[in-house]
């Protein structure tokens, strides 16, 4: 069955848009058809995956979100707006074709602005992605989620059968961030016949081995009589190799892309999140 993972943190700066396109990397080159939908009006995931000037293309050519969720508008099917064969990730000297992308739109922002004027359902994405998923096209879709429980969070919450809260461990993104957000999904779904997706797993990111209040702060988690059962390691740490991560450019190796181990820990991540056998 095809996966269909939320990426999620109400608290923003937890690193989903990164935690979303290393595990879409990791997992298509070890052999996963995976699919990206990128939520988040800031469009990160989509720069990430396809370059700024790709997706400039895509705005003009109108191959965005933004058309699915405007009321009115000529129903688009899922082959009209989808790109394949996105990131920049190679095994050997062969790119990786096997990730695709539902990329987003800075006008998202305004339309969800003007969502109670417009009237968007929740269950918009669920009702695109429906053939998609039934027809098996992908082993693994993941929603980056923006950093709020407005309408595109709601969406990816009513599509998805789990979820993923990446959280910086400090005080404000571990302990606030993953408890409001799963007292959040848990109390939209409370009286629903769909009892909601399940929280998968909680990932520490941007981890610092120097910082004592992040080990502090892990250690509370590990402990949580709610918590501690969906904490998964690896911690992912904060590197310049990371950051550069997010850098468009010429196709290379996951090794090459995530240096110094970092695409080893990454295979872990996706192992441990039983992605990867």
């Not at 539902?102 to 602005?113: E, G, S």
Request: contains cysteine; glycine residues 6%.
């Amino acid at each position: 069955m095809t996966q269909v993972i939320s990426i999620l943190n109400l608290k923003g700066g937890v690193a989903k848009t990164t935690t979303t396109v290393a595990l879409a990397d990791t997992l298509a080159v070890n052999g996963k058809r995976v699919l990206v939908v990128d939520l988040d009006p800031q469009c990160d995931t989509s720069v990430m995956l396809l370059g700024g000037q790709n997706l400039t293309g895509l705005f003009a050519a109108q191959k965005t979100l933004a058309e699915v969720f405007i009321p009115g508008e000529t129903p688009l099917s899922f082959e009209d707006i989808v790109e394949n064969g996105v990131s920049n990730v190679r095994v050997g000297t062969r790119p990786v074709k096997t990730i695709s992308l539902l990329a987003a739109n800075m006008i998202l922002a305004d339309i969800q602005d003007d969502m109670t004027t417009l009237q968007i359902s929740d269950h918009v994405l669920s009702k695109f992605l429906a053939p998609v998923i039934k027809g098996k096209k992908f082993d693994v879709i993941l929603f980056d989620c923006p950093p709020n429980f407005g309408v595109f969070t709601r969406n990816a919450i009513q599509a998805c059968d789990s979820y993923i809260i990446p959280a910086i461990p400090d005080f404000l993104s571990m302990q606030l961030g993953v408890h409001r957000t799963y007292t959040r999904v848990k109390a939209f779904f409370q009286g629903k016949t769909k009892g909601g997706p399940r929280l998968r797993a909680i990932v520490a990111t941007k981890y610092q081995a120097k910082i004592a209040l992040y080990d502090t702060v892990i250690d509370w988690l590990t402990t949580h009589k709610t918590f501690a059962r969906y904490f998964v390691l690896p911690k992912i740490p904060q590197t310049t190799d990371l950051v550069n991560a997010a850098i468009w450019g010429p196709h290379v190796t996951l090794a090459q892309k995530y240096p110094a181990g970092l695409h080893k820990e990454l295979v872990a991540l996706a192992t441990n999140l039983k992605l990867l056998p």
